[in-house]
């Protein structure tokens, strides 16, 4: 049990940390250049693991091929990274974390327009985590900054990727489904760098560090510790330990960009964490509306 809490707390501080690297990459490399590459490194990553754990038979029959649900899931990818990978250009890594992880209280939410059950925990949580985000990103107007709006944003679409996920994960190998993702996300994102940047060698070249850091860490090594913490702990227990993401996040954007948040932003951060604690909380289910917005009796 130590040894699987440990495994989702340093997936927790690579996920954190690869804010700081994505704030980094932003001023050196194109955000879809980025993305083709270092999710291109996730799957050479998580290559070797396909062959080294065995997982079992999946859980369910597949209902189609591995390709299509493979492309589904990296075109949410390749949408919240690159949404996610060009705005944080325009916010800090701290505030692109905390406003990011807004999608723990998104998927219960939409997970109602799914058949899903909404918890009063989860509710709760909800409204904590908007108010946090908007003590965040709204300052002088009641409309968030360029930056800071593109990140909630990105954030729909890493909602929207993690409840299609939930929908195939128990058909297929998780390895095999991670490369396939991951190749789709490069896939997609190489297409858009071709017709919306212009990439020169040098600049993958200046940018070699958070590219591997991104791609190899954040992608291959925290799936695999994700999926090996997982494995022996509860849901709960192991999606608490992983939302410390966002406080490794905040600590090394102080030590290392020397990112500052002031007052309101603070008080924000704490909702946002509030929130975030509270949507995972278990809670016997109260509110339905049922699939395809019809009652679930």
């Known amino acids: 049990m130590l040894q699987a809490r440990l495994c989702l707390l340093l997936t927790a501080f690579v996920w954190g940390s690869t804010f700081v690297a994505q704030r980094l990459a932003s001023d050196v490399i194109g955000p879809n250049a980025y993305n083709a590459i270092r999710f291109l490194l996730g799957v050479l990553t998580v290559s070797p693991f396909y062959f080294w754990i065995k997982t079992g038979a999946p859980l369910k029959k597949p209902r189609c091929s591995i390709i299509w649900p493979s492309l589904a899931l990296g075109f949410m990818l390749f949408l919240g990274a690159s949404l996610q990978q060009y705005a944080i250009a325009y916010t800090t890594a701290s505030k692109a974390a905390f406003l990011t992880a807004l999608y723990v209280v998104l998927v219960p939410l939409l997970g109602l327009f799914v058949g899903e059950r909404l918890s009063l925990t989860a509710l709760g949580g909800v409204v904590c985590a908007i108010i946090g985000a908007a003590l965040l990103s709204l300052k002088d107007s009641f409309i968030p900054s360029y930056g800071d709006g593109i990140i909630l944003i990105s954030t729909l679409f890493w909602a929207i990727h993690i409840l299609l996920l939930n929908t195939v994960s128990k058909q297929y190998n998780p390895f095999l489904l991670s490369m396939g993702q991951f190749f789709g996300c490069a896939l ?110």
């Open 188 to 297: 997609f994102s190489a297409i858009a760098s071709l017709f919306l940047e212009t990439t020169t060698f040098q600049n993958i070249a200046d940018s070699w560090l958070f590219i591997v850091w991104g791609g190899v860490l954040s992608a291959g090594i925290g799936f695999t510790g994700q999926l090996l913490g997982q494995r022996k702990l509860p849901p709960t227990e192991a999606s608490l330990i992983l939302s410390l993401e966002i406080v490794f996040t905040g600590i090394l954007g102080y030590l290392i960009l020397d990112e500052r948040l002031d007052h309101q932003e603070i008080w924000g951060l704490v909702s946002m964490c509030f929130g975030v604690l509270l949507a995972q909380l278990p809670s016997p289910p109260q509110l339905s509306i049922g699939p395809f917005f019809g009652r679930k009796d």
